[in-house]
């Protein structure tokens, strides 16, 4: 079970002034529940995990055993939420060095549509010459440019390389029920698709086939992804009182350190493999709470690497910020430091000690550190790194989110900001219909 511990928060805000949350946090609980709050159209997450049928589960498994019976590199193209949640799993269940072994059980998942860069898409391309390849499309619209532009490019390469019947079985698209350029497109080539639900917004998405089908094509048990995530929903319900409530606790403490000038939050892992997981909770917080001018600032870091870099700045820098740290408390092997006869480097003093222990000893020592140093520290652990455990993770963050959110007073569930580059960068382009937004920027020129 998720543990959520506190006390070295403490030091910087009371307990009191913690408590003195209580209502509105129990006020922000009830009105995501109520679908009372602002972006009450964007609720369709909340109960998500507890109602997905063991139907729905098995017909996401069989679309992804078509795609792994005929595909050695299976492209998940999409931004944002679109594609964060599933590589958060995939890459925290994968064997770090899976892209580097000769045989396979389930293909190579690789991502494309979250960026423009040309040299990204021609070295994609290159590389998929060879390759019995697949897509799966995931795009409401089907207009958003990145994701839009390199699926273009990938379904033609796609029915040129394995002919336009085997295309329609390798492509998959999750798009909206009715409308958008990806749903005309899926029903006129025919391919097999998924709906984005109407009432789930992008970064709210990993439990949906946005997340679930990557996953099981990645080889990962959807079904105890969502079993750690329903579990979680009992444990955050508006039912469970504020002080055993996990993520009103976590949701109450940072708006109280927000109210004390810390401005910055840091995520922390002290394993690589949680490195997605930090990218899907910055747009998770960054896009929901960066708005009207308010918002604590996602910032993460991958240690014990970043204590290499960032780590002075942490240490010693301005005191605007605070730590959440997330701890995995069993690791799934076993490997010991070696004896050496000429310990010239120092470490016979750890011979015989397990890695994770001298990583979890190098964890604790930092966090007491940046306590000392002035860094409010919050302790986020989870037992092992599993899809059980995952999904309580995702599932957690997701709901204080939505609580935090409305404890700033701000909608978590829109973003309008994201808008703004996109007027720009159309009007620079001629797209038709920003005639006079382009003749204004080629102004300003």
Known sequence: MLKLNLEKAFGFISKASVAAHEGPAII?????????????D????????????????????????????NCDVVIVAGIGGSYLGARAVIEALSNSFAWLQEKKTTPTIIYAGHN?????LYELTEYLKDKRFGVINISKSGTTTETALAFRLLKKQC????????????????????????????DNEGYKSYVIPDNVGGRYSVLTPVGLLPIAVAGFDITKLIEGAAAMEK??????????????????????LYKRGKKIEILVNFSPKLHYVSEWWKQLYGESEGKENKGIFPAAVDFSTDLHSMGQWIQEGERSIFETVVSIENVDHELRVPSDEANLDGLNYLAGKRIDEVNKMAELGTRIAHVDGGVPNIHVSIERLDEYNLGELLYFFEV??????????????????????????????????????????????
């Open 42 to 69: 964007f609720l369709g997450w909340l109960h998500l995990p507890s109602s997905i049928t063991t139907e729905f589960l098995a017909d996401i498994q069989a679309t992804s055993h078509t795609l792994r019976q």
């Open 116 to 120: 423009i860069s040309e040299d990204y």
């Open 159 to 186: 029915e040129q390389q394995r002919g336009k019947e085997t295309a329609r079985k390798v492509i998959v698209a999750i798009t909206d029920k009715e409308k958008g350029a990806a749903r005309v497109t899926a």
């Open 28 to 40: 922000a609980r009830e009105a995501l529940e109520n679908g009372t709050g602002k972006g009450n």
């Open 400 to 445: 204080a989110c939505g609580i935090s959110g409305y404890l700033l007073g701000v909608n978590p569930f829109d973003q309008p900001g994201v808008e703004a580059y996109k007027k720009n960068m159309f009007a620079l382009l001629n797209k038709p219909s920003y005639e006079e937004a382009s003749k204004e920027i080629q102004a300003r020129l």
């Open 235 to 256: 444990q955050c319900s508006d039912a469970v009182p504020f002080e055993d409530n996990l993520a009103a606790q976590y949701a109450a403490v940072r708006n109280e």
